[in-house]
């Protein structure tokens, strides 16, 4: 099956600071991609989806400033949690489809855990 | 818009137990119909999809669902359940929302499964 990787898996920050969480398709081109959130022991709440070139869709009280997702390639999509804060702290999960195939493919997930 | 509800959020049965895991939708026409697992700090693994045609579905690890349009269900079984399948089971629904297809989560079902 198709592959979706993450990067990092685990990422420990200051508040106030920015992370980035990188998401790659690797073996097919990720036309749609879809940013998720889960709390522990939560659902996954999606954020925003990202199609390729375009600039992303955010979900009602997704704050997009907070939030940035950058989808510039077919096999790229970023996740910039800018100005950090303890609350940020969760476990980020990225899927990616490609156009004509209705099956969503999964990355393995980034834990952030913001001190 | 689509919704998709788990009505149980944790379930208890006995190793070789017969296993029902419920999913109800809620969405104007037929959406693509998904079940996942996921195990504590991984990301999500498909187990079995719904697009169209035959309404039982065959799935990995001796999974099965049916797709009830009468009562916007999509039932999960397994006639024996064995220790390993103890986690999270997500179902999620995928339908076209103002031109972008958007995959919704349903809260989960924690499985323990009793030796």
């Known amino acids: 099956g198709a592959v979706v990787s993450q990067h990092p898996s685990r990422v420990i920050c200051k508040s106030g600071t920015s992370v980035k969480i990188e998401c790659r398709s690797l073996?097919?081109?990720?036309?749609?991609m879809f940013w998720y959130r889960q709390f522990p022991k939560q659902s996954l709440m999606l954020m925003a989806t990202?199609?390729?070139?375009?600039?992303?869709?955010?979900e009602q009280g997704v704050e997009k400033d907070k939030f940035l997702i950058n989808h510039a390639s077919l096999t790229l999509s970023t996740l910039t949690v800018t100005s950090a804060h303890p609350e940020d702290s969760s476990f980020y999960i990225c899927?990616?489809?490609?156009?004509?195939?209705?099956?969503?493919?999964f990355g393995e997930g980034s834990r952030l855990t913001v001190l | 818009a689509q919704s998709v509800t788990q009505p149980d959020i944790h379930i208890t049965v006995s190793e070789g137990a017969s296993l029902e895991l419920r999913c109800n939708y809620s969405y104007g026409a037929t959406p693509y119909l998904f079940w996942y697992v996921q195990s504590p700090g991984q990301g999500l693994q498909l187990l079995l999809k719904?697009?169209?045609?035959?309404?039982l579905v065959q799935g990995i690890k001796g999974f099965e669902a049916e797709f009830k349009r009468s009562q916007s269900s999509f039932n999960l079984r397994k006639p024996s359940v064995h220790w390993s399948d103890a986690a999270e089971y997500f179902c999620a629904v995928g339908a076209l929302t103002s031109g972008t297809y958007k995959y919704i989560f349903g809260t989960g079902t924690r499985l323990k499964v009793l030796a």
């Open positions: 073996d097919f081109q990720a036309t749609t």
């Open positions: 990202s199609n390729e070139g375009s600039k992303a869709t955010y």
């Open positions: 719904y697009f169209s045609g035959d309404t």
């Open positions: 899927s990616a489809r490609t156009q004509g195939v209705r099956e969503l493919f």
